[in-house]
């Protein structure tokens, strides 16, 4: 089994910054592919940044230049750290790990951390 808990989220004033930190356990790899997500109410959830076992990242298009994701293989853990952050930031923020067994895809969650931006 997987356990991922956040960590991080918060109040900020639109152009302020937040880190969030995700930190895995259980049945984990360094080759793991970790993510994060969020889902703000009324919508669906959605990628925001995306780190693979090598190094190699993804962002949606809307946080490219604001958002970085970081992780540690060390202490099994990923990161997000939020700049110039705007009111359409605001959602709930979901750690994400992914796993694929024999060709099978196994998605994990942490429960959510919130961030609410205010204008």
């Known amino acids: 089994q997987v356990q991922l808990a956040e960590s991080g989220g918060g109040l900020v004033q639109a152009g302020g910054s937040l880190r969030l930190s995700c930190a895995a356990s259980?049945?984990?790899?360094?080759?793991?592919?970790m993510g994060w997500y969020r889902q703000a109410p009324g919508k669906q959830r959605e990628l925001v940044a995306g780190i693979n076992g090598a190094g190699g990242t993804n962002y949606a298009e809307s946080v490219k230049g604001r958002f970085a994701i970081s992780r540690n293989n060390a202490k099994n853990t990923v990161d997000l750290q939020m700049n110039s952050l705007k009111p359409e930031d605001t959602a709930v923020y979901y750690c994400?790990?992914?796993?694929?067994?024999?060709?099978?895809?196994?998605?994990?969650w942490g429960r959510g951390t919130q961030v609410t931006v205010s204008s």
């Open positions: 994400n790990l992914m796993q694929i067994n024999f060709g099978v895809r196994r998605d994990y």
């Open positions: 259980g049945s984990i790899s360094s080759l793991n592919s």
